[in-house]
């Protein structure tokens, strides 16, 4: 036979959540079933029965049981992680994205707008920020800057109902 985790005393909006997060089509797949063992431990199943029906480790429902129990639903949710820290300090990423911002030729360049390649040869030469082509990329991207595709017309449309045609 199984131990039975003594939960908390929980009101009725609190086991309501957590049953409507268990049931939940649109939540994190993680957060439905870290609910689903605090909706089966409040309906009483052994920590043995919840790892057997749910597929988990007992180490992992014990940990989840705790979690909730310390903070309730707020337990359920992950909690931040470190990770690796950031290669490029935020002032370089501003330096990045304002070099990007600025034109060429303010700065006595010879061209009138920038390429993905001039710009990390720039960024290298001047500023120091060396950096591969791609991640300058992904740096402006984050910030919310795209560079402009090439446009295949220059100039007004040739057909002149255009307008007309489109609606």
Known sequence: MGKRV???ETSEEERAAVARLARSRTA???AVE??????????????EQIAVRLGLARNTVYLWLKRFQARGLA???DQPRSGRPATYTREQV????ATA?????TLDLPFQSWTLDRLV???SEQKGITMKRSRVN???LTEGLRWRQQETWFGERVDPDFAAKRG
């Not at 870290?34 to 920590?47: H, K, S």
């Not at 911002?101 to 030729?105: E, M």
């Open 138 to 140: 992904e740096v402006l």
């Open 101 to 105: 911002l600025t034109d060429p030729q």
């Open 6 to 8: 003594q939960l908390r």
């Open 121 to 123: 040869v720039y960024l």
């Open 94 to 97: 501003g330096e990045i994205v």
């Open 28 to 30: 994190p797949a993680r």
């Open 34 to 47: 870290r609910a689903r063992v605090a909706q089966a431990a409040l309906a009483g199943e052994t920590v």
């Open 75 to 77: 337990g359920l949710e």
